[in-house]
């Protein structure tokens, strides 16, 4: 097959896999999915939270999809985007706008969370990326870039100056998805990770303008 021959069967297929690819408002009936990419999302970080919050007889998964079943919060369904693939909730994005003004640290914050929210403070008045996940079946096949294509048309609607994300920075794979896509490493914060188990020693924040 020659170059034009391949080019041309690539396209095809890359046409007849994004027809299959549609966006949605999550349903209640995507905790389940939800609660699988937010953990995939912070890199194992949620599923740790949910294992302290858990009650005696209640897993951390079940205290996960009760958060993503929540009416309210930041974790809930109601605020999540859904990509489908085939009939079926592969990805997800949640995101906000950082207020021009954010809320300084509080002495009472965990310390788990100080450095993120620290980094968050650095970028007023982004769209904040705070989960993009694709279930690791449906990897490698575009659906990080729509993901991203999506927040950023969210951000430019709600008159965001730009766009920003955290990611760890032993998460090279997110990482080189966001670089290509314009994002710039703009500072770093160490984790404090208490017994929570994770490769990374730093959080990186990313910046895009829009």
Do not use: C
Not at 116 to 141: F, I, K, Q, S
Not at 161 to 175: C, L
Request: a negative charge; aromatic letters at 10%; zero cysteines.
């Amino acid at each position: 097959m020659g170059t034009k021959e391949a080019a041309q069967k690539y396209f095809r297929q890359l046409d007849h896999n994004m027809r299959e690819v549609f966006w949605r408002q999550a349903r209640l009936e995507d905790a389940a999915v939800l609660a699988e990419l937010v953990n995939y999302a912070g890199e194992g970080l949620p599923l740790y939270l949910w294992s302290r919050l858990a009650e005696q007889d209640e897993t951390p998964w079940e205290v996960g999809r009760k958060r993503a079943a929540r009416e309210t919060g930041s974790f809930s369904y109601r605020n999540a985007t859904i990509i489908e693939h085939s009939g079926s909730a592969v990805g997800s994005l949640i995101g906000y706008k950082i207020p021009e003004q954010p809320e300084p640290v509080s002495d009472e914050m965990p310390p788990m969370f100080v450095p993120l929210h620290e980094l968050e403070n650095l970028a007023p008045g982004t769209w904040y990326v705070n989960v993009l996940a694709v279930l690791p079946e449906y990897r490698d096949r575009g659906l990080g870039s729509e993901l991203l294509r999506v927040a950023e048309k969210t951000g430019l609607g709600l008159g965001a100056r730009g766009m920003s994300v955290i990611v760890s920075d032993a998460n090279v794979g997110a990482r080189k998805l966001y670089e290509r896509h314009g994002y710039h490493e703009a500072e770093r914060r160490p984790m404090v990770k208490e017994d929570w188990v994770n490769s990374g020693k730093q959080w990186v924040l990313l910046t895009k303008l829009l």
